[in-house]
C-alpha cells in the first residue's frame, strides 16, 4: 500500500530557470516526515502490503476533473521515505490537508470532524464549514493493507496544485489505529477508476478525461532520506509534476513502457533481476509488478525473494513477526538492477538498506557481525500481481504515468538529485515553476519511444510545519499537473 506521509512547504525566494512543459502544468514539492522506529515498523509494513494486494498474511495483515495545463506540486517525505503526501484543498472556503500520494489505489479520503477515533494528530475536514459540501445516504468501508477508514459517500470542491473540479471522496467518520501516520489526513489515489471503491473516476483521471492537462500523464521526483542517522519530522520530499513532466529533473529520455494488461493499477512486467552482479531471470508468469508510490519497499515472490538475497553473502531469512524480511551484514554494499524488458535500472545500495536491527530481531544473539534490513522482501506466493514495486526503486528514477497510451515511463535522475547527502535544503531540487503551497489547516514529457510493463470496499493531512516553511515555491508556469510520491 501506502508508506510514510509527507509535509509542506511555504515560501522563500529560489530561483533556477529549468526548462518547463508547456501548456499548463503544475509542479508540486513533495516534503517528508521522519520517525525514530521505522525499523521496528517494518513487520506491519510488510503486513500492510500484502493485505493491500490480497496476498495470504502470515502473522500479520493485508488491503485494496479537468484535464488542464501542468501542475508542479511539492512532495512531502515522511518517516525517512516510507510514504510521500501533497497537499489537498478541500471544501469552499478551501480546507488543507496532506494526504497520502498513492499510485497503488484510486480513491480520494479524509478524516473528519465526525470521526470518533481520530486522534488528536489528525487533522480533521470540517464538512459544516464547507459550502459546496454534499453527502450521500451511502456509507463505504475502504480496506487497505494496513486497516481501514470508514465513513460516508460525499462530493466536494477539491483543488490539487493549480486544478480544482468538484470530486467524489469518502467524508470518514472511522479510521484503524496506525492506517495513516500523524500529521497526515487521508489518502489521494492515483490509480485508474477500475479499481475504485467508490467507484468514481480519481481526480488525475477526471481531470485527464476532460482534457484539462497538458500531457496526459503525471510524473515524480522522490528525495531520498532512508540513509540518514538523525530523524527530521518532516523534509522536502520531491515534485509531482501533474499534467507533463520536469526535464530539469531527469536525463536523457524517458523510456515508456506498455502496461501489462488492461488500465486498473500501474502495472508491468518483470524481466531481470541482476544482484552483486549475478543475474535473475524472471518468468514472465511471475513478474507482473505494480508501480506503486504508495509503498515504501519492493515485494517479490517467495522463490525469487530467495534467490536475491541468495546472492548477498551472510544474509538470512527473518522469522516471526519479521518473516518475509531478510537481514545482510550492514558493511555489504548490496547492489541491485532491475529491467522491465528494456533498460536494467540501478538500485541504490542506500534504499537496500532499511536501518540496523537488534539481536531480537534476527534470532541471534551471536551474530558476529551488526545485521541491517533488505529493502526487498518476501510478499508470498499466487498473488495478482507478483511483485509490489514501491519507493525503494522509484527513488532511484524519474518516473511517469501516463493514461495514453498507457504506460509506465523511467529515466535517469539529473545529476545531484538523490545524492544522499541527507541535506535539508529547504528546496533541493531548485525548482522553479512550483505552485505555491497553501497553508495546511485544522477544523478542531518529453522522451518518448514505447516499450512494454487498492483497495476493496465493504457496505486532515498535517498542518504544515515550521521547517516546511523554508521552501520556497515559485511562480506557477502555464501549465498544471503534479504526482509524487
Not at 60 to 73: D, E, H, L
Not at 339 to 368: K, Y
Not at 445 to 455: A, C
Request: proline share 6%.
Amino acid at each position: 500500500m501506502i508508506f510514510l506521509p509527507l509535509v509542506a512547504i511555504a515560501l522563500l525566494p529560489f530561483t533556477l530557470a529549468a526548462p518547463q512543459p508547456a501548456g499548463g502544468v503544475v509542479h508540486a514539492p513533495i516534503v517528508r516526515r521522519s520517525h525514530s522506529n521505522r525499523v521496528a515498523n517494518l513487520p506491519k509494513a510488510v503486513e500492510a502490503l500484502r493485505k493491500k494486494y490480497g496476498y495470504p498474511v502470515t502473522n500479520v495483515k493485508s488491503t485494496n476533473s479537468k484535464r488542464a495545463s501542468t501542475a508542479a506540486i511539492p512532495i512531502t517525505d515522511e518517516e525517512n521515505d516510507s510514504s510521500y503526501s501533497g497537499v489537498v484543498s478541500i471544501g469552499t472556503p478551501p480546507q488543507n490537508f496532506n494526504l497520502v500520494l498513492d499510485t497503488g489505489s484510486s480513491d480520494l479520503w479524509v478524516a473528519t470532524t465526525s470521526c470518533t477515533s481520530c486522534g488528536s494528530d489528525i487533522p480533521e475536514f470540517n464538512p459544516s464549514k464547507s459550502s459546496t459540501y454534499k453527502a450521500t445516504s451511502s456509507q463505504l468501508e475502504i480496506n487497505y493493507g494496513s486497516g481501514s477508514a470508514q465513513g460516508i459517500v460525499a462530493q466536494d470542491s477539491v483543488t490539487f496544485g493549480s486544478f480544482e473540479m468538484s470530486q467524489e471522496l469518502l467524508a470518514v467518520t472511522n479510521i484503524t489505529s496506525g492506517l495513516i501516520d500523524d500529521g497526515l489526513s487521508g489518502i489521494m489515489g492515483l490509480g485508474f477508476a477500475s479499481i475504485s471503491a467508490l467507484q468514481t473516476t480519481p481526480f488525475w483521471e477526471a481531470l485527464y478525461n476532460a482534457n484539462d492537462l497538458a500531457e496526459p500523464l503525471f510524473s515524480f521526483y522522490l528525495e531520498r532520506y532512508v540513509n540518514q542517522a538523525n530523524q527530521i519530522s518532516t523534509a522536502p520530499g520531491g515534485v509531482l509534476t501533474l499534467g507533463g513532466t520536469n526535464s530539469s529533473l531527469y536525463n536523457g529520455s524517458i523510456e515508456y513502457l506498455n502496461l501489462t494488461g488492461p488500465s486498473s493499477y500501474w502495472l508491468l512486467t518483470v524481466s531481470l533481476v541482476t544482484v552483486q552482479d549475478k543475474t535473475i531471470a524472471i518468468d514472465p508468469l511471475s513478474g507482473l509488478a505494480a508501480i506503486d508510490t504508495g509503498t515504501t519497499l519492493i515485494g517479490a515472490p517467495t522463490p525469487i525473494a530467495a534467490s536475491i538475497w541468495a546472492q548477498v553473502p551472510g544474509s538470512t531469512e527473518l522469522t516471526g513477526d519479521w518473516q518475509g524480511l531478510y537481514a545482510f551484514p550492514c558493511d555489504t554494499n548490496v547492489t541491485v538492477y532491475i529491467s522491465f524488458g528494456g533498460t536494467n535500472w540501478a538500485i541504490s545500495p542506500l534504499d537496500m538498506n532499511l536501518g540496523t536491527l537488534n539481536d531480537t530481531m534476527t534470532g541471534n544473539a551471536d551474530a558476529t557481525s551488526q545485521m541491517c534490513a533488505g529493502g526487498i522482501f518476501d510478499i508470498g506466493i499466487g498473488g495478482v500481481p507478483a511483485w509490489i514495486v514501491g519507493d525503494t526503486f522509484l527513488k532511484n528514477v524519474y518516473s511517469v504515468f501516463r493514461a495514453s497510451p498507457a504506460a509506465v515511463g523511467f529515466a535517469q535522475l539529473a545529476s545531484g538529485l538523490s545524492s544522499s547527502t541527507g541535506s535539508s535544503d529547504p528546496n533541493p531540487v531548485q525548482v522553479t515553476g512550483l505552485t505555491p503551497l497553501p497553508t495546511s489547516t485544522s477544523a478542531s514529457s518529453s522522451g518518448s519511444g514505447n516499450s512494454t510493463s487498492g483497495s476493496t470496499s465493504s457496505g486532515s493531512a498535517s498542518p504544515i510545519k515550521d521547517i516546511a516553511l523554508s521552501l520556497t515555491l515559485l511562480a506557477f508556469v502555464a501549465g498544471c499537473f503534479t504526482l509524487s510520491l
